[in-house]
């Protein structure tokens, strides 16, 4: 009888037991990884969600303010970011177990985790000795995606003095992004960006950085896992 495959979540969730004396800090370390993996896969699922929402009511999927793509989008937004902190705190943590042996490269990585997520990136980088070119199309839309993350989740409104603040974010968002067609012309911030093509680009933009960083620094792309489901319409 032939042996019954098991399934994609036994194979990322279970824990089995190692005898060897290494066994916990790789088994730790497949965790973290797994941990960003879980994050792009929720972005992913949260963009096809809005996708749906936004082709099968085309019309009326912004008329309200209440509407679920506006969940799905900033959710999906807010989930791709986390990919990206958990992606960068795996790394350092394993250039950390790599260097236990030397003190100064240990305090340095203790600092880094201090750290906003875009300068634990350029932090370990600089560690690893490898250039960060922040000039790239791939991470200017870095820097834009954490932006618009930090104002989704610190939001301010427009009555907070914070009319200055959101258009300059909306006029960063309009250099990457397409109008997003059926929006209503008033549309308020951050509603007017929240379609599909928004959670699209989160989810793109942090798989593109992580890969582009797995390379530049030569380490796996813990967001390119095989078990992962990132097809976006």
Not at 24 to 51: E, K, M, S
Request: hydrophobic fraction near 45%; charge should be negative; include cysteine.
């Amino acid at each position: 009888m032939a042996k019954a495959a098991t399934p994609k979540v036994e194979h990322i969730t279970r824990a089995p037991a190692l005898a060897d004396a290494g066994g916990a800090a790789r088994r730790d370390a497949q965790l973290r990884a797994n941990l960003a993996a879980y994050h792009i896969q929720a972005a992913a699922v949260l963009a096809r969600q809005a996708h749906r929402i936004e082709s099968e009511n085309a019309e009326r999927a912004f008329d309200k303010e209440c509407n679920p793509i506006f969940w799905s989008v900033s959710a999906s937004v807010i989930m791709a970011w986390a990919a990206l902190e958990a992606n960068i705190n795996h790394l350092v943590k394993t250039f950390e177990d790599e260097n236990a042996h030397n003190v100064g490269l240990v305090e340095r990585c203790a600092f880094l985790y201090r750290e906003p997520v875009a300068a634990k990136y350029e932090g370990l980088a600089k560690l690893k000795e490898c250039e960060l070119k922040e000039t790239s199309n791939i991470f200017i839309s870095f820097a834009a995606l954490g932006d618009f993350r930090d104002a989704l989740a610190d939001f301010q409104p427009e009555w907070h003095d914070e009319e200055g603040r959101h258009a300059e974010l909306c006029q960063e968002m309009r250099e990457i992004l397409k109008p997003v067609v059926g929006m209503p012309a008033d549309a308020i911030f951050p509603f007017c960006h929240l379609s599909y093509e928004c959670a699209k680009w989160a989810v793109v933009t942090a798989t593109g950085v992580s890969a582009h960083y797995a390379t530049l620094i030569g380490a796996k792309d813990q967001l390119a896992a095989s078990w992962l489901d990132l097809e976006l319409p």
